[in-house]
Each structure stands twice: as structure tokens, then as C-alpha cells.
């Protein structure tokens, strides 16, 4: 907007507003306008320092688990981003004017780093690079490497025809049977296509709003905490055959809110696992190993008019008849299934609407054409229940996505404002966690933080998938491709040795 306007505030401001002050338009503008102040700030940081020609300490006023993974502390030259002749570390001159950081955002565009290859241009839909002979590793084997804007259903037919080498498919049943069929030996490995495949680090989930969910207005009592598990209860008991229809062996069920790729997940083995609401509101096992599939859909049902009942609803003959005030009888989930019903929970849904509805429930699946719809929803709190997913890092802190700050006294905020949970208990132990560097403690600490969320019922875990990578067999030589891909070490991480047949 600035720079439609020859970034001249007063004159943005007389055009658009005529007869207004840019402090009528930008309230506060005075303020805004004053820069930081320099000639008497801190000289240096004391916390950073450097330990030696290729080495640095940073020294954090607490213990903060996570900071290793996200401080980020990028590498960049001094002498192309800065002068060197402005560099005198005993003298507080790190390589430009204090204050000025002109010198580096004039190479905004043209970016210089240490990696195996060198930035080119972008166009077309095209980032193209080309070999770094100087990479401290070795200049790569493959002098040109191009980077191809594509959507999703482009991906394997790219690999098929040959204008893809390497790429990344949605991994489902059918990408599966799609590359089994391209080789000649009828599996995802063979003279056509080489498939490498890693549980993603994330998993998907249903989430339920405890604001929009709830009885009285009060989303952390007893009753609401009972509304949500009865619709818990019927989501989990199909996530099994929706899981297994989707994916196939490319997915597994999971039954807690945090990614099996995590040291902080709780594996079966574990003593106090337990299979996400599978008890009714008496905290009875609702199955048992030799029921039917008919058995175990009557079993779920009758679980959730235990605590529809619970939650104040009135059941009759099995049938819940009125809901308590501030609940409902008819609720609404979002779905962004591309308006196809094309996603790995949408026969979730619509198993879970078909059987609430014999109980006198309405439960209506909103599948929407654009993914967009579902977070502007969210943000206009305007999305009871809804299906997605979440990217998980290398630490399993909980802060963004889980805490509060009830705790302290504050609003409730972060990511959190999508569940709008807010538990002082589950605040303490996020904080807990992450300011302990003892994994022991952290996983167990994390356990208890999993269970409650699991007892406010804002989320149903449902999936953890596979992603996989492949490769052109014909013309990619894998005996140059690390053979040791994982979830937190991919191809990319020995992109140099890689060469073409």
C-alpha cells in the first residue's frame, strides 16, 4: 500500500481520507514514527558471545527446552551482508552502522548462503540453482537443480512422464496401487519408481471447540466435559475403518493428541495406555475383545447417551429427547474435503452422523471446497467441530498449541483459542515441562498434559501418516541417495552426493 502510494504516508493518507490527519486515520501515528533509540541503547548482548573464529555461546536467563529448536540462528556471510571493515568484535562493530540494517535487506533478492547450491532465478513457477563448488562437503555431483511449483495430482504423473526426478505425493491406497502399477514387479519399489516412506511429523485429529461445545456457558464443567466425550465417544469407534479405507497400511490409528514421531508419545506398552474414549461415563471399558463390528456401533451408542444424559440432556427409550440449556440438539462439523468428501476423516463423519442420528442427534458435515473457509471459521470462532491436522517440531512442548494462560491470570490465547481449553493445571505442567531439560520427567509430566486434554475432549486423535518420497528409478541413481531417510533426516540433508544415471 506504501508503495502504491510513493510510500509518502501524507499522501496515502489525503487520498484516501480527505480532510483527515494521518493521526485520524493512524491513531497514535506520532508515536509510531519514532525510531529505536540507538545512541545510548546496550552496546552488545551480553547472553551472545563469541567462543572462538567459527563458534558461539548463547546464555538464556531460564531453562527452555525448546529454544535450542527454535532460537534459529542463521549463518550468513559478513562480508555480502555487511563490511567487514565495520567488524571489531572487542568493540562492539559487528559489520554495520547500529541501527542501519540497510546493507541487508538490500540483498533481500539476491540471497547468499553456504549450502550445496547456489540461488539462480525463480520464474515461471520454476526456482532454479546451481552447483556451490565451494560447499565445505564437496561441490555437488549434479551441477543444476530445479525446483518445480506443482499441485499435488501433478506429482506422480510428473515422475511417470519424466519431468519430475524427485518428489513428494500425498501417500494414500490409491498413490500406492498407482505406483505399484507403473512397475514392472507390481510393488512401490521397482525399475520405475523407488518409494521411500517415514511417519510424518504430525498427525490428524478432530477438534471440538469447548466454547461452542458446552452446557451453561461453562466449557470446563463436568457437563460440558460429558457433551464433548459423548460426541468423542462415536467419532473414535470409526476411526479404525476410516483410517484403514483412506490409507491402508500408509496410516495408523493413534490415541492421543500428540504424533507418534515424538520420544514424549505414549507407546502401548506403556502401563497407563489407554485407547482414547473407550470408557463410558462411569469409566466402564465400553468393548470388549469379542464383539462384533454391530456390537461394538451399539455399544458406542449406548456410551454416548451415558453421558449425553450425564451432560444434562434428557434420554428416553434410547433416544435423547431435549438438550439442558446452552447445548444443543443439532451440531455442525467442518471438513475440508475439496467439496468431495476427499479427505482421511470424512467417512469418519459420516459414519458418526448416520449412527448419532438414531439417537436423536443431528450432526451435519460441512465439506468445504477451499481449506481457507476452515481457518478464517476458526478465527471467527465460528466452527464447532472440525477435521485437520497439525505439524509437529522436534520438541513435544505444548506452549502454542495447548496453554492458556489462565494460569497467570490472562485470557486464554495462542493457538488454544481454536479448543478455547483453558485449565490451570494443564498451564502449570506445560510450564513445567519446558523449563526442564529431563526428558524423563518431560515425557512423564507431558502424559499427565495429554490426559487432560483427553478429559476436556477438544480433540480426538485420529491418524498418523506416512510421507514418501520417489524417485525417477531410470534416472536418479540411488546408490547416491542416503539410504538412512527419516522423519527428521530427509534427502535433502545429502542432496550434494546425489547423481543422475
Known amino acids: 500500500m506504501m508503495e502504491a502510494y510513493g510510500n509518502d504516508i501524507a499522501n496515502l493518507v489525503s487520498t484516501e481520507n480527505a480532510g483527515s490527519s494521518i ?74 552502522d547500529k541501527g542501519d540494517l540497510s546493507s541487508v535487506r538490500a540483498k533481500t533478492t539476491e540471497p547468499l548462503g553456504a549450502g550445496p547450491y547456489k540461488f539462480v532465478k525463480f520464474e515461471n513457477g520454476v526456482v532454479s540453482f546451481e552447483a556451490n563448488e565451494s560447499y565445505y562437503l564437496g561441490a555437488p ?55 521411500d516412506t517415514v511417519n510424518n511429523l504430525g498427525y490428524g485429529y478432530l477438534g471440538i471447540s469447548a466454547k461452542a461445545v458446552c452446557v451453561g456457558g461453562d466449557p470446563a464443567s463436568d457437563a460440558s466435559k460429558a457433551l464433548r466425550k459423548a460426541f468423542a465417544t462415536v467419532y473414535a469407534r470409526y476411526r479404525d475403518v476410516t483410517v484403514d479405507s483412506y490409507y491402508g497400511p500408509a496410516a495408523s490409528v493413534i490415541n ?48 454416548a447417551l451415558g453421558f449425553f444424559e450425564k451432560a444434562g440432556y434428557t434420554v428416553a427409550d434410547g433416544k435423547v429427547t431435549a438438550a439442558p440449556e446452552g447445548a444443543k440438539m ?83 490465547g495462542g493457538s488454544n483459542y481454536m479448543y478455547d481449553i483453558a485449565d490451570p493445571e494443564l498451564d502449570k505442567l506445560i510450564l513445567d515441562a519446558r523449563t526442564s531439560l529431563d526428558q524423563t520427567y518431560r515425557k512423564a509430566v507431558y502424559k499427565s498434559c495429554l490426559d487432560i486434554i483427553i478429559d476436556w475432549a477438544v480433540e480426538v486423535p485420529v491418524y498418523q501418516r506416512q510421507n514418501a518420497i520417489i524417485f525417477s528409478t531410470e534416472r536418479v541413481n540411488m546408490d547416491t541417495v542416503t539410504p538412512d531417510i527419516t522423519t527428521f533426516y530427509g534427502w535433502l540433508q545429502e542432496v550434494e552426493k546425489i547423481e543422475l544415471n
Open 141 to 195: 555431483k549434479t551441477k543444476n537443480v530445479q525446483f518445480l511449483e506443482s499441485q499435488d495430482q501433478d506429482k506422480l504423473n510428473g515422475v511417470i512422464t519424466g519431468t519430475i526426478d524427485i518428489t513428494d505425493p500425498s501417500y494414500s491406497i490409491d498413490t500406492a496401487k498407482a505406483i505399484s502399477a507403473e512397475n514392472s514387479n507390481g510393488e512401490v519399489t521397482g525399475d520405475k519408481i523407488t518409494t
Open 256 to 303: 492421543y493428541p500428540i504424533s507418534d514421531t515424538s520420544w514424549a508419545a505414549p507407546q502401548k506398552t506403556d502401563a497407563d495406555y489407554a485407547i482414547a474414549f473407550s470408557k463410558d461415563a462411569e469409566g466402564n471399558d465400553i468393548y470388549t475383545s469379542d464383539m462384533t463390528d454391530e456390537q461394538k456401533d451399539e455399544a458406542a451408542l449406548n456410551a
Open 23 to 96: 493521526n485520524d486515520v493512524f491513531p497514535g501515528w506520532d508515536d509510531y514514527t519514532v525510531g529505536i533509540e540507538t545512541s545510548s541503547s546496550a552496546a552488545n548482548i551480553t547472553g551472545i558471545q563469541k567462543t572462538g573464529d567459527y563458534s558461539v555461546k548463547i546464555t538464556l536467563t531460564e531453562e527452555n527446552a525448546p529454544a535450542i529448536y527454535t532460537l534459529g540462528i542463521p549463518i550468513a556471510p559478513l562480508h555480502y551482508y555487511g563490511d567487514t571493515a565495520k567488524y571489531d568484535y572487542d568493540n562492539n562493530k559487528f559489520g554495520f
Open 330 to 412: 443439532e451440531y455442525e462439523v467442518w471438513i475440508p474435503a475439496d467439496g468431495s468428501g476427499d479427505h482421511p476423516s470424512f467417512m469418519m463423519l459420516n459414519l458418526a452422523s448416520d449412527a448419532l442420528k438414531k439417537i436423536g442427534i443431528t450432526l451435519n458435515v460441512k465439506d468445504l471446497a477451499h481449506s481457507s473457509d476452515l481457518w478464517t471459521g476458526l478465527e471467527a470462532d465460528q466452527v464447532p467441530m472440525w477435521c485437520a491436522a497439525w505439524g509437529a517440531a522436534l520438541d513435544p512442548d505444548m506452549y502454542q498449541v495447548y496453554y492458556s494462560g489462565v494460569e497467570s491470570g490472562l485470557e486464554a
